[in-house]
């Protein structure tokens, strides 16, 4: 019992590491994403081929190579004099940038779906362009959008522990040294730390869901 309570103290400090990476990642790819996705409809259209393209590039590639260029490429091309802090800090730079292009996918889905209708009627009322947006249009996108974005905030959880193969100390890091001693079940046990913290935002998110559901827009 006593070497259970110990590798749960262990792994559960890892798990802080990968809450952190989670927060973190959210907290900035939420309001990147979608500033790109404003960018990937913008009539402009240099701004658009680029915002495109950058979410054709993260998006097409995985997210360990993405940790890797963002932690072993600015070092190699500097000869060692620049790189973007330490392992979490690349991780998290990593992460920021790969949900970025996502979410701004989800909300470019949820904009583009609700009908041009709605932003003529606004205009006949009067308002303007931002008025529409935030007044008319948002509540229905947001709606729209939570079961998508749902999905991938609960991909990001497990996804925080691909963080390991740059050697961040996270719970599956914190587990594998535990193997390398002889012990396999804290693997498997990690398991019970995602299981418990993704059931906890499937929860939110449906109750957030039912909050919504007053609106059948």
Known sequence: MEQFWNVTLQLLEGFTQNCALFGVTLLAALPLGLIISFGSMSRFIPL???CRTFVWIIRGTPLLLQLFV???IP???T???FRFGDRMSAAMIAFIINYAAYFSEI???GIESIPKGQYEAGYVLGMTKSQIFFKVVLLQVIKRIIPPMSNEIITLVKDTSLARIILVEEILKFA???RVQGLIWPVFYTGVFFLLFCGALTLLFRFIERKLDYYKG
Do not use: E, I, L, W
């Open 48 to 50: 658009k081929a680029v």
């Open 70 to 72: 963002v932690y072993y």
């Open 75 to 77: 070092p190699m091309m």
């Open 79 to 81: 000869n060692g004099s």
């Open 107 to 109: 909300y470019r889905g």
């Open 176 to 178: 594998d040294d535990f």
